[in-house]
Structures are given as structure tokens and as C-alpha cells.
């Protein structure tokens, strides 16, 4: 296990949360941090002894107390990186800004950007879609792509039945990107992502 710093941020079932904590990273998870609270990712941290905090939009007067609060606990643990693993907040500029924050999406960007991408993916009639781990920047899934995996539309699926089988490219690609980061290999360049050594 190496010695960087990270938090995860989640908001639902933490699939991808148990796939970074099962992976060897180079580096260890110090926060697990939810949206929401009684969610499945936090069970999953807390099963692996890893500390937990909710930061909860509805109990905030407003936006930006949430975003506020939000900064604070993620730089709380002074990580080296931040891992969005399903969370389903826009971050604030603030907190792009502090940190380098990799998220991993259900689509092919920048194809189906935004929430239910693959129900959108299905819907258009595609016939691949896929994964794809990026760099987290002020917009929405916008930001310089790390890998990218095809995952083929099969005939008669569902949005559960092709989420399935993209989640389990998700539980490989995202821990991988993760170690790269974690080992200092990802060199970014205005769009361009490359791979060192
Ligand atoms: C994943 O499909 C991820 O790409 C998307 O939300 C889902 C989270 O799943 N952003 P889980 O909570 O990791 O199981």
C-alpha cells in the first residue's frame, strides 16, 4: 500500500467504492464522504473500517453552506486526490480548483454527459457504449479523459441489464486509473491525458 491520501465521494450502492478498496491503489482511503445518508457505499466503507461523514444539501439554508461544508470535510483528511464513485453533486469550483478529482461515468463522453446515461444510451439506439474515467473540471463529465472501455449494446437489454455489465468494466478501469494517479503517471495537457512509463 503506497502512501497517498485519498477520499471517495458516493451517493448510492458503493460498487466502485468496493472495487477501489478491494484494488491495490498505491494509496489508502482515508474519508469515505456521502450526500445522502443510510446509502449502501456507506455500509460498504464502514464494513472496511474506513471512516465515514455525510454532508446532507437539506440540511444546509442554502447551496453554498453545502458547498462550503462539503470543502471542508473532503480537505479535512488533506488527500492527494479525490475519487467521485457515483456521486451525483456538481462540485463546487472551489473544490475542483483545490484538488485533482477523477470521476468515473457510464458513457462513451462526450456522448449521454449527465444524469441516466445509460438509459439515454439505450434510448438513442446505440449499439456501444461504455466507461470512461476523467479529470473533474467546472463543467458537468467535462474534463480531460484518462481510458475510455467499450461496452457493447446487446439486443434486448435493459438500462439494469447494460448498467450491469458496465459496472463491471467500471470495478477494473476506475481502480486502475486511480493507481496511476496514485503512482504520479497521469500527465495532463489541456485536453490530452497520457500515461507515463
Ligand atoms: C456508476 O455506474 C457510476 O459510473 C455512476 O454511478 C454509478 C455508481 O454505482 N456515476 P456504485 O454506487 O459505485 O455502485
Same mark, same amino acid.
Given at each position: 500500500?503506497?502512501?497517498?491520501?485519498?477520499?471517495? %465521494?458516493?451517493?448510492?450502492?458503493?460498487?466502485?467504492?468496493?472495487?477501489? #478498496?478491494?484494488?491495490? #491503489?498505491?494509496?489508502?482511503?482515508?474519508?469515505?464522504?456521502? &450526500?445522502?445518508?443510510?446509502?449502501?457505499?456507506?455500509?460498504?466503507?464502514?464494513?472496511?473500517?474506513?471512516?465515514?461523514?455525510?454532508?446532507?444539501?437539506? &440540511?444546509?439554508?442554502?447551496?453554498?453552506?453545502?458547498?462550503?461544508?462539503? +470543502? &471542508?470535510?473532503?480537505?479535512?483528511?488533506?488527500? /492527494?486526490?479525490?475519487?467521485?464513485?457515483?456521486?451525483?453533486? $456538481?462540485?463546487?469550483?472551489?473544490?475542483?480548483?483545490?484538488?485533482? !478529482?477523477?470521476?468515473?461515468?457510464? @458513457? #462513451?463522453?462526450?456522448?449521454?454527459?449527465?444524469?441516466?446515461?445509460?438509459?439515454?444510451? +439505450?434510448?438513442?439506439?446505440?449499439?456501444?457504449?461504455?466507461? @470512461?474515467?476523467?479529470?473533474? /473540471?467546472?463543467?458537468?463529465?467535462?474534463?480531460?479523459?484518462?481510458?475510455?472501455? !467499450?461496452?457493447?449494446?446487446?439486443?434486448?437489454?435493459?438500462?439494469?441489464?447494460?448498467?450491469?455489465? $458496465?459496472?463491471?468494466?467500471?470495478?477494473? =478501469?476506475?481502480?486502475?486509473?486511480?493507481? %496511476?494517479?496514485?503512482?504520479?503517471? =497521469?500527465?495532463?495537457?489541456?485536453?490530452?491525458?497520457?500515461?507515463?512509463?
Amino acid at each position: 500500500m503506497g502512501n497517498k491520501r485519498l477520499v471517495v %465521494l458516493v451517493s448510492g450502492e458503493g460498487s466502485n467504492l468496493s472495487a477501489l #478498496l478491494a484494488a491495490e #491503489l498505491g494509496g489508502r482511503v482515508e474519508l469515505v464522504v456521502s &450526500d445522502r445518508p443510510g446509502v449502501g457505499a456507506l455500509e460498504r466503507a464502514r464494513g472496511a473500517g474506513v471512516p465515514t461523514a455525510t454532508v446532507i444539501l437539506e &440540511d444546509c439554508p442554502d447551496r453554498a453552506t453545502w458547498d462550503h461544508a462539503l +470543502l &471542508d470535510m473532503v480537505s479535512s483528511p488533506e488527500p /492527494d486526490l479525490v475519487v467521485l464513485a457515483g456521486f451525483r453533486r $456538481i462540485l463546487a469550483p472551489s473544490l475542483v480548483r483545490r484538488f485533482r !478529482v477523477l470521476n468515473v461515468h457510464p @458513457s #462513451l463522453l462526450p456522448a449521454f454527459p449527465g444524469n441516466r446515461a445509460v438509459e439515454q444510451a +439505450l434510448a438513442w439506439g446505440v449499439k456501444l457504449t461504455g466507461v @470512461s474515467v476523467h479529470f473533474v /473540471d467546472e463543467q458537468v463529465d467535462h474534463g480531460p479523459i484518462v481510458a475510455q472501455q !467499450v461496452v457493447a449494446v446487446e439486443p434486448g437489454d435493459t438500462p439494469a441489464t447494460l448498467h450491469a455489465r $458496465i459496472k463491471q468494466v467500471e470495478h477494473r =478501469l476506475l481502480p486502475h486509473c486511480v493507481a %496511476l494517479a496514485c503512482q504520479g503517471r =497521469l500527465h495532463v495537457e489541456g485536453r490530452r491525458v497520457t500515461v507515463l512509463g
